[in-house]
């Protein structure tokens, strides 16, 4: 594999994550009824970075948690067995507006998972998505409410994203075979 | 650590990775049981036949209604409306059931070793539910994943497990699965049930029960199996209770945060008091629920378990990661 190319670095995502949030707010505002819900495992740091930042625009909490999808998964047949997550639901759903978090879409297929497993939970008022990188090549029609940078890949190449959290820094980098 | 095993056979054979594997995977899953709706679908499309060879009521309800709540098609199989009556071999029986394309066969058999065997010629997924006095793999599963639960732990615990241990295939699978996490062993009962050949097990053996529960931070007891001992074992149940059973005045001796174990059916008043039964250390309740996440965990992570024998995962396509 060659070098991995620098897509943000720390201060990017940054920004990104604040610019997501200011277009939460800007879409939804009755914030009190929003809820963030992150996708395991980088969408859970993408989630609360956006609680964070949510909460000081809106001058109150904002309920995060996340959502496990992998009972809901369509390909499970088709890859070694996933791990699966345990969910954190913070509060209850009904009538909220409930934001995904994932750190990248591709196929789309985790956020209709997503979509599935919201469904056996309660049913929100609007379900909405947030995703850090979109890098194309969908296979469902499904789209994201809020991208933090559109990256053109091929379907062979990697996106890594780092949460300071988990490995130490920030960074979205691209891999190529 | 991924799971790689197509089947469910025995605890021996398992790593204390793949132990653990299946008890974390086992937590998720009992946030399903909580929820308003119980009902994931992993499992959608599959076929799930419950071959109970023996009787059983608890097992197989929690099995059935584990591949129900993964969304699984379930058949019950009972030996009483079945052509073994008429003489048909195991091996036919299970091999006209995978005709009918069943995914996964959860068997209970009175022989040790059925499970395996059935593994060796099937192409669908084997769970050993229960060979003859060999092992009960869900069952230590089950029981690990409660003391896990309450306790924060198994490492360096010390557990005792009381009663008949010779004829008991839970036994067997709560001495591997305790010793491979790491907790300190200790098995009680009358000498003609418990030989100290189980102390190449790497467990303490006594026939002190005083001593045995003293400083025990579990305490699981084993009924005794009246269908599987011929009756020179131990001269009467009121003796046995005498000597061996759980009585108020013992439980004083032990420590005050023990738990109390037992896989059912209890014998009330034989191998544990009524009350003891029902009181606040008991957890008894606690395994049947238990039971339920853990063995959705182990049909959902071997439907997708692929073992040496078995076919290798197809080529991962990189859109089937997360990204």
Known sequence: MAEPIEILNPTAMDFAIRRIAHEIAERNPRSSDLVLLGIPTGGIFFAQRLGHVLAGICGHPVPVGSLDVTMHRDDLDQRATPDVHPMDIPVDLNGKVVVLADDVIFSGRTARAALDALNDLGRPRRIQLATLIDRGHRELPITA????????????????????????????ALLKP | MNWNRKHLLDIESLSAAEIMKVLETARSFKQVGERAIKKVPALRGKTVINLFIEPSTRTRISFELAAVRLTADVINFSTDSSSLKKGE????????????????????????????????????????????????????????????????????LNVTILGDI????????????????????????????????????????????????????????????HERQRKTMFPGIGEYTALWGLTKQRLEKTKPDVLIMHPGPINRGVEIDSQIADGARSVVLDQVTNGLAVRMAVLFLINGGVDAQGAAPSVPDPRLGKN
């Open chain 2, 166 to 225: 010779l004829y008991s295939r839970v036994a067997r699978s709560n001495i591997w699965a305790l010793t491979k996490l790491g907790a300190k062993v200790t098995l009680c009962g009358p000498a003609t049930l418990v030989p100290r050949v189980f102390e190449d097990m790497g467990c303490r053996v006594t026939h002190k029960v005083d001593e045995a529960i003293e400083n025990a931070d579990i305490i699981n007891l084993l009924r005794i199996q």
């Open chain 2, 89 to 156: 071999t195991l091996k036919d029986t299970a091999r006209n059931l995978e005709a009918l394309s069943a995914d996964i066969i959860i068997i209970r058999h009175s022989a040790a070793g059925a499970p395996h065997f059935l593994a060796r010629f099937l192409d669908a997924h084997v769970v050993n539910a229960g060979d003859g006095a060999h092992e009960h793999p869900t069952q230590a599963l089950l029981d690990t994943f409660t003391i896990l639960e309450k306790k924060g732990r198994i490492a360096g």
């Open chain 1, 145 to 172: 409410d809020f991208v933090g940078k559109n990256v053109p890949t091929a379907a062979n190449e990697r996106i890594d994203v780092h949460w300071k959290e988990a490995a130490g820094t920030d960074q979205v």
